[in-house]
């Protein structure tokens, strides 16, 4: 169809009642792009994707798709979703149910062509009470995709699938991607936004705390931290040691995100022999996200 | 109607008739009580009117009752499940929705009459061809209310707590109404009777014997049951997907 405009959120923002869901998030999304949420649990990465859907309506903000409304965008049939949790309606077969979803769109994939796409042949005929649980996300994609879409939203798809279900579900996922759709997903894996996006949008705490290239997040947040008490040393000094991708300063201490830590901590301790009570951490996701998110870093973000 | 709206009607239906419990609330209970009762019994009379057609009509009301307050067990299942949020990005609208889940709810529940009409017509029940259309009429009429009550249960309750819960409403509606036999011909059972929209329910077949409508109280009881349960269900139904919002 050739969309110039893509997904555009701006401002958004969301709480329930005391709890601040997303806070002013901003992303620009072309049209052809594969782009990865990620973000720990808690993140908002939901509560985004609600109200890029119209599912939530933002307190702020406002959400735009190919130019249009979300009513209007799904209207149109351009949007497909799998939410983020969510069962199949018992007393049909797969085929059955397939085809009862398509006949609600305008210009659909045809039902064959889209179980295959999902995988879903070999189980078109069971009834969809009798699907374990890899086999209801498979029916899960086909009902999200059925009406041809142009975004395709995925919501955490992979939880819950063992490996070789996630890899099968991924092939399909790129087969039509490959079509020159836009694909969202929201994920809390690393390794999966690394391997199946072209650009990681990370979201900690509500707000966007990275956007780029996936080998640049991944280099910023799959490599170590190193945390030092080093008063009066600006984190800009720090940024030029070898191996380091990030330095902050909290109060006396000073946090180091590298992507060679080992190379960081040499020149760390020659250059500044004072720095004392060294600590070297693994950034696991989580932790890397907390650091990037501390409420000390907020300084600049606002 | 469009041709996708019907398309997922005809589907919606196809779900509903594999269910076990529509099989067995709607049609093996009603149908098997009805010869029960009636089968041994077929030469007297209740409140005047022949005993097969008082438990036709009886068992025919309460196999419809539970044929459309139904419709509650399975909106109950969709939000449970998330599949109305899945719904909800697509483009069938949220009256197109209720208009397939009232439409399969009153399908179920002609299936349901026209099972008890036959077995009806095998213990002798015999009446004109205008009267069987009277009667059948005065009941979807009288089905109305049900509906909504199953789709204000549906908005309220657990998947659950709905299958006991509407076992236990429609129950206690036939057993007031007079399904199972009147209650008296006054006193003050009979004016809890003669409120509820389930005891006009039971009348349609001895208006159709009279050849008369239900008289104005029915009306007014189908009526003021519709328009409450109606506004409470919107209530519900609000809360519900505001929740969500």
Known sequence: ????????????????????????????????????????????????????????????????????????AIDRGL??????????????????????????????????????????????????????????????????????????????????????????????????????????????????????????VLMAAGRIVADGPATEIKARVGGRIIRATLPGVAP???????????????????????????????????????????????????????????????VDGL | MSRGAATYTRYELLRTLRSTRFFLFSLVFPLLLFYLIAGGNRHQRVQGIPLPLYFMTGMAAWGSMMAVVSTGARISGERQTGWNRQLRITPLS???????????????????IALLYTAGLTLGVHLSPAKWLTMTALILVGLVPFNVLGILLGHLLSTDAIGPAMG?????????????????????????????????LVQAGRSALGGDLWPGRGWLVVGLWTAVLFRLAARAYRRDTQRQM
């Open chain 1, 1 to 72: 169809m050739g969309f110039t405009a893509g997904i555009e959120l701006e401002n958004l923002s969301k709480s329930y009642g005391p709890v601040q869901a997303v806070r002013g998030v901003d992303v620009s999304i072309a049209a052809g792009e594969i782009v990865a949420l990620l973000g720990p649990n808690g993140a908002g990465k939901s509560t985004t994707i609600d109200m890029l859907l119209g599912l939530t309506r933002p307190d702020r903000g406002s959400v735009s798709v190919f130019g249009l409304e979300p009513a209007a």
């Open chain 1, 79 to 200: 949007v497909g979703a799998m939410l983020q949790s969510g069962a199949l309606i018992r007393d049909l077969t797969v085929r059955e149910l397939v085809t009862m979803m398509a006949a609600l769109y305008p210009s659909p994939f045809t039902v064959d062509e889209v179980l295959t796409l999902a995988g879903c042949t070999p189980i078109a005929d069971r009834r969809t009470q009798k699907l374990s649980g890899g086999q209801t996300q498979r029916v899960r994609f086909a009902v999200a995709a059925v009406s041809n879409p142009e975004l395709l939203v995925l919501d955490e798809p992979t939880a819950a699938m063992d490996v070789e279900a996630r890899h099968g579900f991924w092939v399909s996922m790129r087969a039509f991607a490959a079509r020159g759709k836009t694909v969202l997903f929201a994920t809390h894996y690393l390794e999966e936004a690394d391997a199946y996006a072209d650009r990681i």
């Open chain 1, 236 to 298: 800009a000094e720090l940024l030029a040691l070898p191996g380091v991708t990030g330095a902050e300063s909290r109060g006396e201490a000073v946090v180091l995100t590298c992507a060679d830590s080992d190379a960081a901590l040499r020149a760390l301790l020659s250059a500044y022999p004072a720095a004392r009570d060294l600590e070297v951490k693994g950034a696991g996701l989580e932790q890397a996200f907390l650091e990037l998110t501390a409420p000390t870093t907020e």
């Open chain 2, 94 to 112: 949220v009256s197109a929705y209720f208009r397939a889940k009232v439409l399969t709810g009153y399908l179920m529940a002609l299936l349901s």
């Open chain 2, 168 to 200: 236990g409403i429609v129950s206690l509606f036939a057993l007031l109404g007079g399904v199972w036999g009147p209650l008296g011909d006054k006193g003050f059972l009979h004016d809890v009777s003669q409120s509820l929209p389930s005891y006009w």
